[in-house]
């Protein structure tokens, strides 16, 4: 049980990381397919193709590891 909390604790950091490294390559949130708009000036948006492409890298990252 430690073992995967320390395991999950390493891979959150780790995300934090290079996660904003990561968003200059890949540009989320505006990939084709996600949505945003201004509604009474609050800014809404639902990036669903950047959510699809995370699911499909970390499915094959499991995948291979």
Do not use: C, E, N, Q
Not at 42 to 56: C, G, Q, R, T
Request: aromatic fraction near 16%.
């Amino acid at each position: 049980m430690l073992k995967w909390i320390l395991t999950l604790v390493i891979a959150i950091f780790l995300l934090g990381i290079v996660t904003p490294h990561l968003a200059r390559f890949i540009r989320f949130g505006k990939l084709p397919g996600d949505l945003a708009f201004r509604f009474r000036g609050k800014a809404y948006a639902f990036p669903f193709a950047s959510v699809i492409l995370f699911s499909v890298l970390l499915w094959l990252v499991s995948r291979i590891i």
